[in-house]
């Protein structure tokens, strides 16, 4: 016996025996993942992007920012997860922006890029583009739709950065300045706009029971689309509202109209190991293997700091 095994049977033995092994298990299971990291901003507009800035009219708040915008989607995240419809539909309204907004910075950096290359036919060769005192802010989310803003915000600035030392060098007239904020900074908050949300207070159970809570939603928020309204069309970065783990091969994915890189890799991915293996395999990878919520992993249960209750309470206003 190796000297781990040894080691685990000992343990084993010092706790009570072998029927213990169950509470063991559930004893030493690793905590949640958490993952933490920090951006670092080196525009005055990005980083009031980040923390906003105050409204100086009278009875004004604080204008939409990323701050705001995470904490926001906490709250969105718990209705999506209590399987209200309206809350998944405001996230795909989310999704849509964030593929909008990542478009068109990648063609402003592009662009910006052009610009600062040309100088080359004078001999002059722009040098890294960072400010004389950046600041490096901790991020670290709850939602996905945050993790993902975020690097479109990260991207904005690099694009206002480009931008400001093309505008420098003459490259960049005050018009110009004028329509590259407007193509940057306004989706941006055109974004964080969408974290506002009012909960519906029902769950799609409730929707096909056509009970008061569903009417209640209905005379209160309007029509929603049939497939939203059905779970057919849920976001593709959503919460799972069932809160359990399913594994599946293609088979259970049929469906899936995702054909981003890193999904149509790991199909492929997929395909290779199941034609590698035998028939019974191949059997074992095409049945779903189903986790309940008391035996899921802890990071199906990551978001243990907002336990939802089977209504959602208020949303993000």
């Known amino acids: 016996m190796a000297k ?44 009031q992007l980040f923390f906003g800035r105050q409204d100086t009219r009278p009875g004004g ?30 996230l795909i309204q989310v999704e849509e922006q964030i593929d909008r907004v ?5 063609e402003l950096m592009a662009l910006m890029d052009e610009l600062l290359t040309s100088m080359e036919d004078a001999g002059i060769r722009a040098e890294a583009q960072s400010s004389v005192r950046p600041v490096d802010v ?55 706009e969408l974290s506002r949300f009012r909960a519906s207070g029902a769950a799609r159970d409730d929707f096909a029971a ?19 309204l059905q779970g057919l069309r849920r976001p593709k970065l959503g919460p799972n509202p069932s809160r359990s783990l399913v594994f599946a091969g293609d088979d259970a994915s049929a469906g899936d109209s995702d054909d981003s890189m890193l999904a149509q890799s790991l199909k492929a991915l997929n395909q290779k190991w199941v034609g590698s293996v035998g028939p019974s395999a191949r059997e ?11 035996e899921a992993a802890p990071e199906a249960r990551e978001t243990e700091a907002v336990k939802p209750t089977k209504r959602a309470g208020a949303g993000g206003e």
């Open 138 to 192: 901790p991020i670290g989310f709850r939602a996905v739709h945050a993790a993902v803003a975020v690097q479109l915000l990260g991207m904005t600035d690099r694009v206002i950065l480009k931008a400001l030392a093309a505008r420098h060098f003459g490259l960049v007239t005050a018009q110009d300045w004028q329509r590259i904020l407007s193509q940057t900074v306004t989706p941006m908050r055109h974004l964080f």
């Open 4 to 47: 781990s095994d040894k080691d685990t049977a000992a343990m084993i033995r010092q706790r009570g025996g072998a029927e213990d092994l169950p509470r063991l298990a559930e004893q030493e299971r690793p905590g949640p993942v958490q993952p933490k990291a920090t951006i670092r901003l080196h525009t005055f507009i990005g980083h």
């Open 61 to 90: 708040g604080r204008e939409q920012c990323f701050t705001l915008f995470a904490s926001n989607l906490n709250s969105l995240w718990t209705c999506a997860m209590a399987d209200d419809p309206y809350a998944d539909a405001r």
């Open 284 to 294: 074992t990878v095409a049945t779903p293997i189903r986790v309940k919520e008391s």
């Open 210 to 228: 056509n009970n008061a809570r569903a009417r209640a939603a209905l005379e209160k928020l309007g029509q929603l689309p049939a497939d939203i």
């Open 102 to 106: 990542k478009v068109q910075l990648k």
